[in-house]
């Protein structure tokens, strides 16, 4: 069962990498929710919701950017299962001011018909904004 889903989000991010929106899509339920970096900060709902965010990244990925998994980690059980990766996902230029950034990937996926399912996705950066915890609220 990891192994399934290790294969299922590899094949995500490759499709992600190269613009592939049928195969970004072929795994997700129709009721996903999926919280990303850029707003709406309730995040998205069903998988039209999830399909229209994808054109403007693919635009962007386009220029040359990266997006490829660095670390991958799966839990699964009967019928859930969870998994959190760190992937790079920048351009060369900002990668290389930037090396160790990362995108923080989560993804919950449930067992239906025979097959794994996410119908839950969340995309984050840190916060490198301030480097001062003393001005944190």
Do not use: K
């Amino acid at each position: 069962m990891e192994q399934e889903i290790r294969d299922l989000i590899a094949r995500w991010a490759d499709a992600v990498h190269r613009g592939d929106l049928d195969t970004v899509l072929a795994d997700h339920g129709e009721d996903i929710v999926m919280f990303d970096v850029p707003p709406p900060e309730d995040g998205v709902r069903g998988l039209a919701e999830y399909r229209d965010t994808w054109p403007g990244f693919f635009e962007w990925q386009a220029s040359g950017a990266f997006f490829e998994i660095v670390e991958l980690d799966v839990t699964a059980g009967a019928d859930v299962a969870f998994a959190w990766a760190l992937l790079r996902c920048n351009t060369p230029e900002a990668l290389a001011r930037h090396p160790d950034q990362r995108l923080r990937l989560t993804v919950g996926l449930v067992r239906r018909a025979e097959r794994w399912v996410v119908t839950h996705e969340h995309h984050s950066f840190a916060d490198s904004s301030t480097t001062d915890s003393s001005t944190a609220d």
